[in-house]
């Protein structure tokens, strides 16, 4: 394999912030004295600091792209400005060949009282293109972003997804050798986010990028390497995988309240998955899911239906179990029962998902009547196990053969 040129290259960066301003602007004076007698320790915390980095080691040869995942806080942001040169940091160095295309903050580089089109040439100029060049490719970025009926409007005007289409034109279409992008793609609409990761894939075969986003099918999709942030510090770093990282990444996911809605006349009392009733539980990919839901009644109900709805960490609905599809009418027999259902081999990618239970009655004509019982976020579940990651959250199990 071609041993491709490095062009960004980081080493042993920290970066520490004060919690108080007033300690920070003291601080400040104290670092200024002590640069001037050069003898200055950046490597020490004092009173009320913290590190909001702390010797990261990375490097991103061209045709890579570096996706950086972590909890908010973690230091993504930090770590990005320190790339693009907003801040400095206090020890370590960063080396970037090549020009560098950024877009870490939403209508970051523009100003806003000029016109958009006045703005692709600001940008372009700090990139280091001429007049000339820019010409050639101004019209481009402008078709890019399908915002040529308000080109020549203050940017100022502009919608959040306007700013990010003009953005990521002109990042784009200037061909950096370096690309910077922060989670600002996670604004506007489905159509223009293909077209940047369309866009993404081309620009890969000569340039580095480095993308933050909370999006995992979107880091799948189009990163080489990945980075798992915590507390400032790498947790993980796997170069040419993603599984490791990402399913550490989905553990630390903050847990989301459970919440029951419903008539009174119901409620789940308790809810065992593989037998275990902990709020987070580990399920093995391929493997049987066992769900067990108690429920307890105060009227009598002859007839229901159970419905399970499995939610990704973007909430987004992936798989269902229902007992009404799965031709299991349920007729209580006490105050008190338990409903049972079993996935054999359960094929959700790995990853962290919700539970929502959703149950009804059903009525004459095998109809269901309005909802018993909804119960958001009653269990979450962390698939484990599974070495291979893609970004689709669902992986059939196929027999294959081979033919002479």
């Known amino acids: 394999m071609e041993n491709k040129e490095v062009l960004i290259k980081v080493e042993g960066l920290s970066k520490k912030f004060c919690k108080d301003l007033k300690t920070s602007l003291?601080?400040?004076v104290k670092d200024l004295v002590a640069n001037i007698k050069g003898n200055k320790n950046d490597r020490l915390l004092r009173n009320k600091e913290f590190w909001a980095l702390q010797d990261i080691n990375f490097e991103v040869r061209r045709g890579e792209c570096l996706g950086l995942i972590g909890h908010n806080g973690a230091g993504k942001s930090t770590l990005l400005k320190i790339l693009n040169g907003l801040i400095n940091p206090d020890a370590g160095k960063v080396t970037i060949k090549g020009k560098v295309g950024a877009l870490i903050e939403l209508g970051a580089?523009?100003?806003p009282i000029l016109s958009g089109r006045e703005n692709i040439y600001n940008n372009g100029a700090v990139l280091g293109f001429s007049k000339e060049e820019i010409d050639k490719k101004v019209e481009e970025i402008i078709d890019f972003a399908e915002?040529?009926?308000?080109?020549?409007?203050?940017?100022?005007?502009?919608?959040?997804?306007?700013?990010?289409?003009l953005g990521f034109a002109v990042a784009a279409q200037m061909e950096p050798d370096v690309l910077i992008i922060d989670e600002v793609l996670a604004v506007g609409d489905v159509s223009f986010k293909v077209k940047c990761f369309n866009a993404l894939e081309k620009l890969l075969e000569r340039c580095a990028v480095i993308i933050v986003s909370h999006s995992m099918p979107q880091i799948a999709r189009i990163c080489t390497d990945l980075i798992l942030l915590g507390g400032g510090s790498i947790v993980i770093h796997e170069k040419g995988g993603l599984s490791l990282a990402i399913e550490n990444y989905y553990k630390l996911v903050g847990n989301i309240n459970s919440a029951e809605l419903g008539n009174g006349t119901l409620n789940v009392s308790n809810i065992l998955i593989n037998n275990q009733s902990d709020e987070i539980i580990d399920v093995l990919y391929k493997?049987?899911?066992q769900l067990k839901i108690k429920l307890n009644f105060k009227t009598i109900i002859e007839r229901l239906t159970i419905k399970v709805t499995f939610f990704d960490v973007e909430q987004k609905p992936v798989a269902q179990l229902s007992s009404f599809n799965?031709?299991?009418i349920i007729?209580?027999?006490g105050n008190e029962i338990w409903i049972t259902?079993?996935?054999n081999d359960l094929f959700l990618n790995v990853g962290r998902y919700t539970l929502h239970i959703v149950i009804r009655e059903l009525i004459e004509g095998n109809k269901e009547s309005d909802i018993l019982c909804l119960l958001r976020s009653a269990r979450s579940i962390n698939v484990i196990g599974n070495n291979y990651y893609s970004h689709a959250p669902c992986l059939m199990a196929g027999e294959w053969n081979q033919e002479i």
């Open 26 to 28: 003291w601080y400040g």
């Open 109 to 111: 580089g523009f100003n």
């Open 147 to 165: 915002i040529r009926e308000f080109i020549d409007m203050p940017v100022q005007n502009y919608s959040s997804g306007m700013k990010v289409r």
């Open 287 to 289: 493997e049987p899911l």
């Open 326 to 328: 799965d031709k299991m």
């Open 331 to 333: 007729e209580p027999l």
């Open 341 to 343: 259902s079993v996935v």
